[in-house]
Structure formats: structure tokens, C-alpha cells
């Protein structure tokens, strides 16, 4: 079956500096991945999704690779602020209709 | 902006008890998702509507858990008797089109479960 293995240890960085999380994936791939943040209590909210034929995809301070032959997608948070601390979840859709998600990587960041 | 309305936010229950959860998707959301995230851990597709019907349901434990979308809207989650095990977050969302249509989930803010 597939697996997605994120950071399981929280990722501590100073403001200002960039965030890299990384996503790692078993078996097939997927037709398309993506990214959500998830505050405490709270449900996950979509950042950004990118797909098997694409290489990189940005929304303002936010940056996604997928690199079909690693089996791996990046997430950079550039300029990162306090507000950006969070949970980021990976999630990838192997083209049916389900979508695995993996348990997340904590993020803190530091003014 | 639209989102997607669970409730209760937060339930508490002894074992062998029976709880539902109830969500309303967005409009015109055709897919509906009920997913089970235990804390620290992702969260695990339990059932996937699209419209009145399952279109998966393998990981939905059905000898105590029953789903339903009568009319393609509303979606309710019961858990019938709830055992320890199944203290989580219960997280409903909801998306335009399902499978490969490349679309994002919006979620709820979810129901904590607590099973005493």
C-alpha cells in the first residue's frame, strides 16, 4: 500500500530564514500531491497542490517541488514569520478517489 | 466565504454508548469526506461520498460505524457502540469533484470525540 513519510520530529527555525519540509513517498506515484496546514483543533486548510508533470509550483512565499524520481516533494517557506508555525500536512492522490495523507511535520518559528 | 459546518465541536460519551456527528458541506460540493485523525498521526479516509453514493468506504469500520447522504447534501457519521479506541478528531470535508478532478478539500473544524 502506499506510504507517506513526513519529519516526525518538529522543525525549529529563526524568523526570517526558510522552512523546508519534506514528503517522501513509497510505490506508485501519484497523479498529483498536496499541501495543507493544520493549526491545533482545527481542520486542515489547502495551501498548494502540484502535479505529476510538473516540477515546482509557487504561491507567494510558498514553494512546492515534486521530483517523481525521488519520490519526494519539498515545501519551502521563505521569509518565515511566527505565524507560520503550524502542522503541514502532505497529501498525495494516486489518480483514483483516495487521497492519503501523512501524519505532518510541526513547524515553529522563532522571532 | 463558505465552509464546511460540523457539529458537535466536542463530544463526550461512555463506551457502548451511540454518538453521530452531523456536516453540511459547501454548496454544490459534489464529494463529500469523513476522516478519522488521531492526534499526532494524519488524517485516515474513513468514507467518501460522491453525491448520495460511496465511492469508498474499505477503511470504515462497519460492524459499529454507518454513514449516509440521503439527499446528496448533509452527511451523518455514527458510531453505534463507541469503544475507547475511537476517542479522535472527526473531520468532515468537502470538494467540487473527487478522484482525479485535481480538486481541493475543504475541511470543517471538526468533532473531538471523547469515549470514557
Known amino acids: 500500500s502506499q506510504k507517506i513519510e513526513q519529519n516526525s520530529e518538529a522543525l525549529n527555525i529563526q524568523e526570517g530564514k526558510t522552512a523546508t519540509l519534506t514528503c517522501n513517498y513509497t510505490n506508485y506515484s501519484p497523479a498529483y500531491l498536496q499541501w495543507y496546514r493544520q493549526d491545533p483543533g482545527r481542520g486542515p486548510v489547502f495551501l498548494l497542490l502540484i502535479r505529476e508533470n510538473e516540477k515546482e509550483k509557487r504561491k507567494e512565499r510558498l514553494k512546492v517541488t515534486f521530483d517523481t524520481t525521488l519520490k519526494q516533494s519539498l515545501f519551502h517557506i521563505t521569509a518565515s514569520q511566527p505565524a507560520d508555525s503550524a502542522t503541514y500536512l502532505c497529501?498525495?492522490?494516486?489518480?483514483?478517489?483516495?487521497?492519503?495523507f501523512g501524519a505532518g511535520t510541526r513547524l515553529f518559528v522563532k522571532a | 466565504e463558505a465552509e464546511v459546518a460540523q457539529s458537535p465541536r466536542y463530544k463526550i460519551t461512555e463506551k457502548s454508548q451511540a454518538v453521530a456527528f452531523w456536516c453540511d458541506p459547501i454548496s454544490g460540493h459534489a464529494t463529500l469526506y469523513w476522516y478519522r485523525q488521531i492526534l499526532g498521526q494524519g488524517p485516515e479516509l474513513l468514507v467518501q461520498f460522491q453525491d448520495e453514493s460511496v465511492v469508498d468506504d474499505s477503511q470504515l469500520p462497519k460492524d459499529r460505524f454507518s454513514a449516509e447522504r440521503l439527499k446528496g447534501v448533509d452527511s451523518t457519521l455514527k458510531i453505534q457502540p463507541a469503544e475507547l479506541g475511537d476517542s479522535a478528531m472527526y473531520l468532515c470535508?468537502?470538494?467540487?469533484?473527487?478522484?482525479?478532478?485535481?480538486?481541493?478539500?475543504?475541511f470543517g473544524p471538526g468533532t473531538r470525540l471523547t469515549v470514557l
Open positions: 470535508a468537502s470538494s467540487l469533484k473527487g478522484g482525479s478532478s485535481y480538486n481541493e478539500q475543504f
Open positions: 497529501a498525495l492522490n494516486t489518480g483514483g478517489f483516495k487521497t492519503i
